[in-house]
């Protein structure tokens, strides 16, 4: 017969094998969901340097020969105007953007976050409202303001908009990381005789970086694919952004050489994975405040001085001495 101990060993022995059995599978579905996902993104990449005759002859995902005459070709694109043309536009276009709506955003948030005003809740209500407003109801509205205006074929309809923080959800994420910020830190920085911006400038603002990434990052995403806005509101050729000269290369011709077209796609992606892969690397701190008390007397509470100190920022306030406290916030 077998001990206890014996069992006992068996019975780990089971758990450990039950343990890694799950752990395997559990990463067999995770890669073949991931295969699944990366398989257009392969075919695309793979359909660039392929003839029309392979694209729709042949389900073989890897090409019969790998030349770059797709991404040349593409590259001078149908018109007058090459693919370098459509990038800078395209730069040109979700760069300020991106800034102006990081800038404003946070500017509005801080307000709503840190000061109290007349009517603060009724207009945070409304704010959060106008999320739920779809593009396709305002878009009307939005191009014959624009367009008494003088502002339709060109960028304005982005940069202005960004600029008067009209993006609700991404002052909405910068309220509540700033709510996530101790108020101790303004009041510290206020004795030390910070003013109200500058406290903004040189306390928050550094804390906010990850918020203030997140949002910009997401912002140059929906402004760099955005088709529907640039089509509505930019009308000549050598205005066009990226997104509309993909489109243009499939309608230019009345045969479409889709290899090209799938070049240009990739080269149009690249942008975003750089980005990812910036993203992917080491991360952004996030909020780490240290607040030093110092006691000038000894005791435990009279004449306290608060010292203040950032990553990387060193302090500010009292300096250290007998009786020095650092708190972790």
């Given at each position: 017969m077998a001990t206890k101990?014996?069992?006992?060993?068996?019975?780990?022995?089971?758990?450990?094998?039950?343990?890694?059995?799950n752990l395997v599978l559990t990463y067999l579905v995770i890669i073949l969901?991931?295969?699944?996902?990366?398989?257009?993104?392969?075919?695309?990449?793979?359909?660039?340097?392929?003839?029309?005759?392979?694209?729709?002859?042949?389900?073989?995902?890897?090409?019969?020969?790998?030349s770059f005459?797709?991404?040349?070709?593409?590259?001078?694109?149908?018109?007058?105007y090459t693919y370098a043309t459509y990038f800078i536009n395209s730069f040109i276009m979700v760069i300020p953007t991106t800034l102006l709506t990081i800038a404003s955003s946070a500017l509005v948030a801080y307000g709503f976050a840190r000061f109290n005003f007349p009517f603060k809740k009724q207009l945070f209500?409304?704010?959060?409202?106008?999320?739920?407003?779809?593009?396709s109801v305002i878009i009307i509205p939005r191009y014959v303001l624009f367009n008494k205006f003088g502002w339709v074929d060109s960028y304005m309809p982005f940069w202005v908009p960004a600029l008067l923080a009209c993006y609700p959800f991404f002052i909405y994420q910068l309220i509540q990381f700033m709510r996530g910020i101790?108020?101790?830190l303004d009041e510290s920085a206020c004795i030390d005789g910070c003013g109200?911006?500058?406290i903004f400038w040189q306390i928050l603002l550094p804390l906010m970086k990850p918020a203030l990434f997140s949002a910009g990052l997401f912002q140059f995403l929906w402004t760099y694919n955005d088709y529907f806005n640039s089509l509505i509101f930019i009308n000549s050729v050598?205005?066009?952004?990226?997104?509309?000269?993909?489109?243009?290369?499939?309608d230019a011709e009345s045969v479409v050489v889709w290899g090209r077209v799938m070049a240009m796609a990739c080269v149009a992606v690249l942008p975003l994975v750089l980005l990812f892969l910036t993203r992917c690397g080491p991360a952004l701190p996030g909020p780490h405040f240290l607040l030093r008390y110092h006691n000038e007397t000894g005791s435990e509470f009279p004449n306290i001085k608060r010292?203040?100190?950032?990553?990387?920022?060193?302090?500010?306030?009292?300096?250290?001495?007998?009786?020095?406290?650092?708190?972790?916030?």
């Amino acid at each position: 017969m077998a001990t206890k101990a014996e069992k006992g060993r068996v019975s780990i022995m089971t758990k450990q094998q039950k343990k890694t059995l799950n752990l395997v599978l559990t990463y067999l579905v995770i890669i073949l969901i991931g295969c699944v996902l990366l398989f257009p993104i392969a075919w695309m990449i793979s359909a660039a340097f392929k003839t029309n005759d392979e694209i729709f002859g042949s389900i073989a995902l890897m090409p019969k020969s790998f030349s770059f005459q797709n991404f040349i070709d593409g590259w001078k694109s149908a018109g007058i105007y090459t693919y370098a043309t459509y990038f800078i536009n395209s730069f040109i276009m979700v760069i300020p953007t991106t800034l102006l709506t990081i800038a404003s955003s946070a500017l509005v948030a801080y307000g709503f976050a840190r000061f109290n005003f007349p009517f603060k809740k009724q207009l945070f209500a409304i704010l959060i409202a106008t999320l739920m407003l779809p593009n396709s109801v305002i878009i009307i509205p939005r191009y014959v303001l624009f367009n008494k205006f003088g502002w339709v074929d060109s960028y304005m309809p982005f940069w202005v908009p960004a600029l008067l923080a009209c993006y609700p959800f991404f002052i909405y994420q910068l309220i509540q990381f700033m709510r996530g910020i101790p108020r101790d830190l303004d009041e510290s920085a206020c004795i030390d005789g910070c003013g109200t911006f500058r406290i903004f400038w040189q306390i928050l603002l550094p804390l906010m970086k990850p918020a203030l990434f997140s949002a910009g990052l997401f912002q140059f995403l929906w402004t760099y694919n955005d088709y529907f806005n640039s089509l509505i509101f930019i009308n000549s050729v050598k205005k066009y952004t990226i997104s509309l000269a993909l489109r243009l290369s499939v309608d230019a011709e009345s045969v479409v050489v889709w290899g090209r077209v799938m070049a240009m796609a990739c080269v149009a992606v690249l942008p975003l994975v750089l980005l990812f892969l910036t993203r992917c690397g080491p991360a952004l701190p996030g909020p780490h405040f240290l607040l030093r008390y110092h006691n000038e007397t000894g005791s435990e509470f009279p004449n306290i001085k608060r010292q203040l100190c950032l990553p990387d920022r060193g302090c500010l306030g009292a300096g250290a001495g007998n009786g020095l406290h650092t708190v972790r916030l």
